[in-house]
Nanobody, 125 residues
Framework: QPSPAQSGGGWVPAGGSMRLSCVVS????????VAWFRQTPGSNFEGVGG????????YAADFVQGRSAISQDDTKKVIRLQITNLKPDDTAMYYC??????????????????WGQGTQVNVTS
């Protein structure tokens, strides 16, 4: 099984919510987090947020602050991204990645090592 393996996504009405799952079979030596990214139809590629797997601490981009949650199960192999109050601008291909995360100049930084296959989320207005 490829790692990470993603599931979830699909068509969601504006104002609704979605939950994506990322199943990680193995982590690289330098990985300390799982990060989420997205690529919008306009080809903007942006970080959405992430979770430090040892501590469970999370971070989120400004555009999902207050309406997103990232969690992991006890095995730290199933990571979930939930976004509520979806907007059409949230339409994107979403990717999870195992990564080395840190804070650089006060901002979260993630250097991915392995990528999920991506899942499409379409928010209808």
């Amino acid at each position: 099984q490829p790692s990470p393996a993603q599931s979830g996504g699909g068509w969601v009405p504006a104002g609704g919510s979605m939950r994506l799952s990322c199943v990680v079979s193995n982590y690289a030596a330098g990985d300390n987090c799982v990060a989420w990214f997205r690529q919008t139809p306009g080809s903007n590629f942006e970080g959405v947020g992430g979770i430090y797997t040892d501590t469970g601490d999370t971070y989120a981009a400004d555009f999902v602050q207050g309406r997103s949650a990232i969690s992991q199960d006890d095995t730290k192999k199933v990571i979930r991204l939930q976004i509520t109050n979806l907007k059409p601008d949230d339409t994107a291909m979403y990717y999870c990645a195992t990564a080395a995360c840190s804070v650089v100049d006060g901002s979260a930084s993630a250097v991915p090592s392995s990528w999920g296959q991506g899942t499409q989320v379409n928010v209808t207005s």
